[in-house]
C-alpha cells in the first residue's frame, strides 16, 4: 500500500495513537488503514465413500490436486461461500453436513475452513480454473500430487474420522517452516 | 474506496474479465482491489465457574457487557488473536482449551471465532478499551446488557453445554434482520 484509497495521497507506516502496531496512515485525510487476514472457505464433497478433488488449471500449483476451495466474499457465511467455490471449480451440488476443518496459516495470513458435504447426485465437471474433476477412493488419493497442506490435513483427517463415524471439528496450524 | 492504493489513480468499479462481481478496479496500472470480510476472535474465559466479561469503554454499544475479542491481525493464529486480545480488554491471561463458537455476520462481513479458555488465575483488570473486567455466576449475566447477539449466542450455548461436560464447537449465522 502506497497510497490512502480515499483520498489518494501517499500514505506513512506508523503507530497511530491508543495503538500498539504500524498501520498505513494517510496524513492528508486521516484515514488509517488497516489489514487483515483471509478466510478461504470449500468443501470436502463426497459421493458413495469417494472424495472429488479438481485439478488446478491455474497458479499457484498448477496440475495439482485440490479441494474446491476460494476467498470467501463480502456478504456471504463461510457455508455460502463454500457451496458457491464448489459450483465454480467443480460445477457440483452439494448438500453441506456442517464445519469439518480450520487452518491458521499464520505466514500468508489467511484462515482456512471445510465444510464436510455429500453430492447431491453424480453430476460435476471442470470449472474454469480446473483442469479436470474425479471422485476418488481412499486407495486412489494422489497424495504426492495433492496442491497444499491444508488439503492433505483435511483428507488426512477425514479417512481417520471416516473409522468411527464421529466428525469433530479439527483446528490446526499449519506454518511454512513446517513443511 | 475512491483511489488506488498502488498509484494513487481512481478506481472504478466493474467486473474484471473472467470474474463474475464487481470489485474496485484501477485503470491506470491494472490492480483489482479485492476486499473479504474479516475475522473477530476472542475468547470466554472461565474461573471457578464464572464467566469473565468486560464493559466496554469505546462505540459502539459503550457501557454494554461483552466477551475479550477483536479484530485478527496480519501474522496472528485465532487463538494467538483470542489470547491477545483476552490481555488487551480485561488484563488478563488464559489458557485456552479449544474453538467453541463460530458466527458469520454476512450482513457486516464478520466471522467471530470464540475459545473456551480458563483464566491462569484470579488477575485482571480494565484494558484501554474497558470501563470494569467482572466474573459473573449464571445467575448474575446481565443479559439485557450483552453488547452483541453473538455474545448472548455463545453464552447460551456454553451454560447448555457445561450441563453435559461436552463442548463441541457451535456453528451459527446471525444476520441483521434475525434480532
Redesign the interface.
Known amino acids: 500500500?502506497?497510497?490512502?484509497?480515499?483520498?489518494?495521497?501517499?500514505?506513512v507506516q506508523r503507530v497511530p495513537p491508543?495503538d500498539n502496531?504500524e498501520r498505513f496512515v494517510c496524513e492528508g485525510c486521516g484515514t488509517i488503514?488497516?489489514?487483515?487476514?483471509?478466510?478461504v472457505t470449500g468443501c470436502l464433497p463426497i459421493y458413495e465413500d469417494r472424495v472429488l478433488l479438481c485439478k488446478r488449471a491455474i497458479q499457484p500449483r498448477s496440475g495439482l490436486w485440490t479441494l474446491p476451495a476460494g476467498?470467501?466474499?463480502?456478504?456471504?457465511?463461510?457455508?455460502?461461500g463454500a457451496i458457491r467455490e464448489t459450483r465454480e471449480e467443480a460445477c457440483a451440488e452439494v448438500s453441506v453436513h456442517?464445519?469439518y476443518t480450520?487452518f491458521?496459516l499464520?505466514?500468508i495470513?489467511q484462515?482456512y475452513m471445510f465444510f464436510r458435504a455429500d453430492l447431491v447426485d453424480a453430476s460435476f465437471s471442470a470449472g474454469?480454473e480446473s483442469a479436470e474433476v474425479r471422485l476418488f477412493d481412499e486407495s486412489q488419493i494422489p497424495w504426492d500430487e495433492l496442491a497444499f497442506p491444508v488439503i492433505r490435513d483435511t483428507l488426512k483427517h477425514y479417512f481417520s474420522d471416516r473409522s468411527t463415524g464421529d466428525f469433530?471439528?479439527r483446528?490446526g496450524?499449519i506454518r511454512f517452516k513446517d513443511r
Open positions: 500500500m502506497k497510497f490512502c484509497s480515499t483520498c489518494g495521497q501517499p500514505v491508543g502496531r488503514h488497516y489489514q487483515n487476514p483471509k478466510i476467498f470467501l466474499e463480502i456478504g456471504e457465511t463461510t457455508v455460502e456442517g464445519l480450520v491458521n499464520p505466514h495470513s484462515i474454469l469433530p471439528v483446528v496450524d
